[in-house]
């Protein structure tokens, strides 16, 4: 957000002081909403995510302690196929452009690129979630065979449960920018959505090389 | 709740068990008597300290002037004499800490270098709930499987290795060493000597279910001529009694279920779920040190296990008097 | 002129009460979201909780008081002590430092609520159907009985079939996820909504105390939701994490089961400091010393308290060299509390002391909470903790942390804090008696248990023989608890009487200097008719100093233009807490209490088919868009009061 934002308040001792009574400190000026580390939306998010990346560095951390302690790795011998966890990394990536849009049109207030950009991120999220359902097909190991197959159904599940929760999300944002009027704190939700977005997209990267890349270096 | 009603009193003993010695700080090896020298170091720093903090507060209170709620708050008083000794107590806090750590640290390592040239081995595997131990030699003709009571040598280094067969178990005899973990899918080792002769409790420190309680074992420190005798002794195969009563005992033994889980060597027993019982008239205490090993405990252990320990592995078995006569008979004649 | 509020006009009173308060009666209380009936409700539960774990810590004592008795057996022993440290460790001592954050730190830092109300709300309901259901299962014999620990593989599928685990593992889902959402609501709380002119070096250390608690539940809960999330699936769909045979490995649990518990034992401890630190400023008549040393140690103490966890783990096989290092940072993490102790010392030297009922509790730190400090560097040292480790010297040692640290300084507060809850003070007379009884009791009770360890008793279990010679002091320790148990019962009777018929408290009965004196007691729903200006570390005394020595009170004092007919706060900035922005809350709902409901119903579901979370979702997904959803008329009126300053 524009920085010159935070110089609106005023400061406390030296901010304007209504009229008829100098012991007030009057605010009447500030915005009702406002977006970024601003907007407390922005603190929960963030939280959130702390709370889900730590989650994702323990299972990482888990899937490295199992590897440790194996003879061979990965167990079952064969590798994940590159195939669609490949392709499926590209659509992720690709998929932060519309979401990087819509989130630059939610804090311009623009409702008709929104509208917009969130229905092009809604194609990516049916997109990646059916890819993730070949890439499950694809892990050449089952939960139940081995300790090397629990921790990558798991790592890929966990990170399926967050594709699904923002998709769903973006949808429920999606359909609300379609009932007017649209308020300003629906703008910042979009906004905020859209950084979970990034954060879901970017947590995929290591988590892709653990699940995808890993097994090979380990086996040469 | 309803498992109030769900388990008998399960009250064990009635002959007093042997007694065994169990106190972490009174040593009867190097192993336990380093950290008990550690112990007395540690509790002298912390017992002064924890005095020296008592007293401030004690004399803060006694010196500071009294108030009620309407006294008005003090708000600047920055005594350069109060800041020096509180900078000067977080300076030597730190120091005593550093001490500390390093008599903690050198203490392990002086733990890690006892000599182990002659070492006695033994195998320990833990089962829910008692201590099996296999005694290692290099003729096989030599090594022999007993249950709840190790005997080692007086003054000779022991490396016991520590496996589990069930959940996690901790082995851990006070007066001689501190504990470790016996965890399935793992192997561990502990070492420890014993300087003076001795009875030493033994106790699993980690909680493994239900038995928990009563699962402990003697460890016994004999000089170097008792502790041969008895190896030789345990090394040979089971006494066979000529005597009617014990033979029938025998009979019920291999006949019943008995020989599904225990072994008795020269018999042709051999089950493994279940403790030896080769020499079982040998030990002390039956039932992982539970009760005092006599025919009276022997028939009620066998008759009813689950009302001595819930929850054990062994299932009762019914026999008629005159069979539960014999086999406690047969069994207490296997020294 | 504490009570500036009152020189507003009733009308904006009113219009706030109105604005602000929860909606009446039964079906209210099902959607209220304020925080203070939130934070109530917790603190009860809480409450309840403690007292069903004392009276399970009551049987044990009394199965243990002498050798072989046959009162319980070990089926139900296990279970107890179970449900002993569950009930204490998960549904206790974090959720109550938390509910009583919700109700006291919006009120330390003058905000009109707390951040995301509803949330809120669901965090309490989840905590809430969480616990009912650990101790519906109990009820049922299906309480849990590996320990609260619950070590693989004892706890896996092939050693404790049934369910018991499953509800011990589904438990910490549902206590876990109350507590990660109490712990992102308390640091937007302290981060975005305090009063103007409450910078960082301005914050109540009980607020320092509790963003410390949250970071460390955001980094430390993780860890014991996946362990137990692994276990779950290891039990109900054979996965194999803790399994050796399929590659997988006992250890790992323990690895993530203490990387959380240890920070837990800090969780608990730190909020007691900032109690300890509320307490001993208002009844020393001072400020605490060395404020900027006391929020570094708190700090420190959070970070280190992520390096310790491998001392619970030292008779494992792990490698040497790492237990060394683990043994320093043990021995290293005394230094802070060390810190804050002798700045408390210096408080106590330097002040003027108001000997009430809150200070007893807060001085008995220095004698359990030390005490208990000292035998924690004895656990830190590998040797000794090799020969301690997991007997009844373990069970003192953490008694005398957890009591000494947390607990004493929480009944402390109990005393400190009630007339602001209820108007009304406890009776001083009593809580003398409770203290005393409480402190006798406790050390009765548990330092026989040092020496029992010593003598080779391990914990867990749930009878000894007699030629053990345990006999005797467990008989004085079961004694102890007699002691213990009088004491609750002054501290109920002290309750239930002083809420009707005590004496009538004020606004500030204590004469204190933090925000939470300066409103009503019980403070209205709006918490403060004027959103007041901070002008340093302790508002109301620089107030009366400021106005003795210039003969008025520090300008702005108040801040105007914050809405009182809807639902309208005061944002500020997270460093300096300058006035940012005045975002508008949510009303009150049905929706948190039934998205936990549906929460509740998929995770009880999951525990007997893994299909529930598939169906389960469904209902959760459902309550929380109707939740998120904003009605038509909200929508026109919100747009209609909407401003964004920049002219976007």
Known sequence: ?220 | MVALMAWENPSPADAALPTAAHNALAPAGPQAAHIAGLWYLIVGVCGIVFTLVLLAVLYAIWRAPRATETTPAALHDDNPRIRRSVVWAVIVSTALLILLTVASIATDRVLAGLSLTDAIHIDITAHQWWWEARYDDAQPSNRFTTANEIHIPVGKPVILTLKSDDVIHSLWVPNLAGKKDLIPGRTATLTLQADREGDYRGQCAEFCGYQHSYMAFLLRADVPARYQAWLEAQRQPAAQSAAALESRGRQVFLGGNCAMCHAIEGTGAGGRHGPDLTHLASRESIAAGTLANTPENLARWISDPQAIKPGANMPPTDLPPDDLQALVAYLSSLP | ?648
Request: net charge neutral; aromatic share 16%; proline share 6%.
């Open chain 3, 1 to 648: 002129m504490q009570k500036h509020n009152a020189h507003q006009p009733l009308d904006q009173a009113a219009q706030l009460e109105q604005t602000w308060r929860d909606p009446p009666g039964l079906p209210g209380w099902f959607a209220a979201i304020n925080h203070k009936s939130i934070g109530k409700r917790f603190i009860y539960t809480t409450f309840l909780f403690f007292f069903l774990g004392v009276a399970i810590a009551g049987v044990m004592r009394l199965q243990l008081a002498v050798p072989q008795n046959s009162l319980i057996g070990p089926d139900l022993y296990n279970q107890l002590f179970t449900m002993h440290g569950s009930t204490m460790m998960f549904l206790f001592a974090v959720p109550v430092m938390q509910a009583m954050a919700v109700y006291f730190v919006p009120l330390m830092i003058g905000a009109r609520s707390i951040a995301f109300p509803r949330l809120n709300a669901f965090a309490y309901w989840v905590y809430l159907f969480g616990g009912l259901m650990l101790y519906g299962a109990f009820l049922l014999n299906t309480g849990p009985d590996a320990g609260w620990f619950g070590y693989v593989p004892l706890a896996g599928a092939d050693y404790s079939p049934g369910k018991r685990v499953d509800f011990w593992a589904q438990m910490i889902t549902f206590t876990e996820l109350s507590a990660l959402l109490e712990a992102v609501i308390l640091i937007t709380t302290v981060f975005k909504l305090r009063a103007p002119g409450m910078s960082l070096n301005r914050i109540p250390l009980f607020v320092w105390s509790m963003l410390v608690t949250s970071f460390m539940v955001v980094f430390a809960m993780p860890a014991v939701m996946l362990g137990s999330t692994a276990l779950l699936l290891d039990r109900l769909v054979g996965t194999h994490f803790y399994n050796p045979a399929e590659g997988g490995d006992a250890l790992l649990w323990q690895h993530l089961f203490w990387f959380f518990g240890h920070p837990e034992v800090y969780l608990i401890f730190i909020p007691g400091l900032g109690f300890l630190s509320s307490i001993i400023a208002t009844f020393a008549r001072r400020p605490i010393y060395g404020y900027p040393a006391m929020v570094l140690s708190l700090i420190t103490t959070g970070f280190l308290s992520f390096g310790l966890w491998v001392h619970h783990m030292f008779a494992t096989n792990l490698p040497e060299l790492g237990k060394s290092f683990f043994t320093a940072a043990s021995m290293m993490i005394a230094i802070p509390s060390a810190v804050q102790i002798y700045c408390w010392i210096a408080t106590l030297w330097t002040g003027r002391l108001n000997l009430k009922t809150p200070l007893l509790f807060a001085l008995a730190f220095f004698f359990i909470l030390v005490l208990g400090g000292m035998t924690g560097l004895m656990l830190a040292s590998v040797p000794l903790d090799l020969q301690v480790h997991d007997t009844y010297f373990v069970v003192a040692h953490l008694h005398y942390v957890l009591l000494g640290g947390a607990i004493f300084p929480l009944f402390g507060a109990v005393y400190y804090w009630f007339p602001k809850l209820t108007g009304r003070l406890l009776d001083e007379r009593l809580g003398r008696l409770q203290f005393w009884l409480f402190f006798i009791g406790f050390n009765v009770t548990f330092f026989p248990m040092h020496q029992l360890g010593i003598q080779g008793m391990p914990r867990r279990i749930y009878a000894y023989a007699a030629e053990t010679g345990w006999g005797p002091l467990n008989f004085i320790a079961s004694c102890g608890t007699l002691l213990i148990v009088a004491s609750l019962a002054c501290f109920l009777a002290n309750i239930l009487r002083s809420r009707r018929s005590g004496m009538a408290a004020g606004d500030n009965p204590w004469g204190a200097g933090t925000l939470e004196w300066a409103t009503a007691s019980p403070p209205p729903a709006a918490n403060f008719i004027r959103l007041p200006v901070v002008h340093g570390q302790e508002p109301l005394w620089d107030m009366q100093r400021h106005l003795s020595e210039h003969g008025q009170i520090p300008s702005p004092s108040y801040v105007e233009g914050v809405a009182a007919n809807f639902r309208q706060v005061l944002a500020t900035t997270p460093l300096d807490a300058c006035p940012d922005s005045r975002p508008q809350f949510p009303e009150p709902s049905y929706w948190p209490f039934l998205c936990a409901l549906a929460t509740t119903g998929l995770f009880i579901g999951s525990i007997f088919t893994p299909w529930a979370v598939v169906w389960g979702s469904l209902p959760v997904a459902c309550a929380m868009i109707a939740w998120f959803w904003p009605r038509h008329v909200d929508r026109v009126t919100h747009a209609e009061q909407e401003y964004r300053s920049d002219g976007a």
């Open chain 1, 1 to 220: 957000m524009a920085p010159e934002m935070h110089t609106v308040a005023p400061a406390p001792g030296k901010g304007r002081h209504s009229a008829d009574s100098n012991q007030a400190l009057d605010v009447s000026s500030l915005p009702t909403y406002a977006f970024s580390h601003r907007s407390l939306m922005w603190w929960g998010t963030f939280g959130m995510m702390l709370i889900e990346g730590t989650v994702f560095g323990l299972m990482v951390f888990s899937y490295f302690y199992l590897a440790s302690h194996a003879d061979v790795w990965p167990m079952s011998r064969y590798a994940p196929d590159l195939a669609w966890g490949t392709l499926n990394t590209a659509v992720m990536i690709a998929s932060a452009f519309p979401n990087h849009w819509a989130k630059r049109a939610a804090e311009a207030q623009d409702l008709r690129k929104v509208r917009g950009w969130l229905l092009a991120c809604m194609m990516f999220s049916f997109l990646f979630l059916a890819i993730r359902v070949l890439e499950f097909r694809h892990l050449n190991v089952a939960w139940d065979s081995n300790a090397y197959g629990s921790a990558v159904w798991l790592l890929l599940g966990l990170h399926t449960v967050h594709l699904i929760t923002d998709t769903v999300d973006s949808l429920v944002l999606t359909v609300l920018m379609f009932y007017e009027p649209v308020g300003g704190k629906s703008y910042v939700d979009v906004s905020e959505n859209g950084l979970y977005w990034y954060f879901v997209v970017f947590t995929w990267l290591p988590i892709y090389a653990v699940i995808y890349l890993v097994p090979r270096w380990i086996a040469s």
